[in-house]
């Protein structure tokens, strides 16, 4: 469970959590810095971390759903980032796109939902990068009890806004 050695230099080079700059300047600054970095990934074999943001995506001209990332799938409506994308998945969809907001959470886009990958960029080094990530590894933490709490709030939240989306839905500006 070694962590390939441009992973922990390139992440944890920087001291993001004492940063006086605001988090998504930092984010901003370094995915500038850090741009098309790629860096190989334990597993699955061949996946591969590139440093990038919107504009290096499969996403850049597809505004609509990248505005929904912020609005839609969170409780609050936040302004994400994207922070790079993991080449070489089996995600259904293109390429699993990493995004941060302002909680600092870090999430995955896989072009049908939002997931939670780690609470920060350290965790995420140690969970997503340095730990075996098999389809039966992801099977357990989906079924486990973060994931049904995950699986719980997320049904809730589209309970609560279902109505609004849909009156927005009918209003004459969607027509």
Same mark, same amino acid.
């Given at each position: 469970?070694?962590?390939? /050695?441009?992973?922990?230099?390139?992440?944890?080079?920087? @001291?993001?959590?004492?940063? *006086?700059?605001?988090?998504?300047?930092?984010? %901003?600054?370094?995915?500038?810095?850090?741009? @098309?970095?790629?860096? =190989?990934?334990? $597993? =699955?074999?061949?996946?591969?971390?590139?440093?990038?943001?919107?504009?290096?995506? &499969?996403? +850049?001209? +597809?505004?609509? &759903?990248?505005?929904?990332?912020?609005?839609?799938?969170?409780?609050?409506?936040?302004?994400? *980032?994207?922070?790079?994308?993991?080449?070489?998945?089996?995600?259904?969809?293109?390429?699993?796109?990493?995004?941060?907001?302002?909680?600092? $959470?870090? %999430?995955?886009?896989?072009?049908?939902?939002?997931?939670?990958?780690? =609470?920060?960029? =350290?965790?995420?080094?140690?969970?997503?990068?340095?730990?075996?990530?098999?389809?039966?590894?992801?099977?357990?933490?989906?079924?486990?009890?973060?994931? /049904?709490?995950?699986?719980?709030? %997320?049904? *809730?939240?589209? /309970?609560?806004?279902?109505? @609004?989306?849909?009156? @927005?839905? $009918?209003?004459?500006?969607?027509?």
């Amino acid at each position: 469970w070694k962590c390939h /050695q441009n992973v922990k230099d390139i992440f944890l080079s920087h @001291s993001w959590h004492r940063a *006086r700059m605001e988090y998504l300047d930092w984010v %901003y600054r370094f995915v500038t810095r850090y741009r @098309s970095e790629k860096l =190989p990934l334990n $597993k =699955p074999a061949g996946a591969v971390l590139k440093i990038c943001g919107l504009e290096d995506t &499969e996403y +850049k001209e +597809k505004l609509d &759903e990248v505005t929904g990332w912020g609005k839609f799938y969170l409780r609050d409506i936040v302004d994400m *980032r994207v922070v790079g994308v993991v080449e070489g998945t089996s995600c259904p969809v293109g390429d699993l796109v990493l995004l941060t907001c302002e909680d600092k $959470k870090l %999430y995955a886009y896989d072009g049908e939902e939002l997931h939670v990958v780690a =609470p920060n960029l =350290p965790k995420l080094i140690v969970f997503f990068f340095c730990c075996v990530q098999t389809e039966r590894d992801w099977k357990g933490v989906k079924m486990g009890p973060v994931g /049904q709490r995950l699986e719980e709030e %997320y049904k *809730r939240m589209v /309970q609560q806004k279902k109505h @609004s989306f849909m009156q @927005s839905l $009918k209003s004459p500006a969607h027509s």
